[in-house]
């Protein structure tokens, strides 16, 4: 059993997140607001990978991620993995993937947006640029945002 496996299959129930780049971990760790968790968190980073250079692990157990945080993520690092467990065993593997649309948690940088001035939910068309990042379109305004630089709510 590789090391890496040894990290994944030590807690009974959770979640990991798997192949962070590196310059995002944190960012990450912060976006989701782990720091008010009470349940083992292992955060590991600058680990050996095979598709980066670099890359960083988080390890939580008793914790499952929401459609929401998983679309959080996917805007900020499209590249990560999420594994869940169940008894020890992955039972579900697989790649965030950019959602289609954002509403909610994504502010938009226009100070004359109608999202700016009233109490209306923010609402964003997801796109991907060349670099396979996200790009949000505000739907009302209309400007556009690097997923990596949005503002969050
Ligand atoms: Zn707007």
Partial sequence: ???EKMLVEAIRDGSVLDH?????????VSLLHLE?????ITIGNNLQSTRHERKGI?????HFFSPEEIDKIALLA?????????????????????????????????????TSAEPVTTYFHVSRAADGRGVLE?????????????ELL
């Fill in 36 to 40: 008010e968790l009470t349940t083992p």
């Fill in 78 to 114: 499209p590249e990560v993995h999420i594994n869940v467990i169940r008894d020890y065993k992955v039972i579900e593997k697989r790649q965030v993937s950019l959602p289609i649309e954002v509403r909610g948690f994504v502010r938009c940088p226009n100070p004359k947006c109608i």
């Fill in 20 to 28: 962070i780049p590196s310059d995002r971990l944190f960012q990450i």
């Fill in 138 to 150: 505000c739907h009302y305004c209309g400007r556009k945002t690097r997923a990596e630089e949005a």
């Fill in 1 to 3: 059993m590789n090391k």
């Fill in 58 to 62: 988080i390890k939580l157990a008793d």
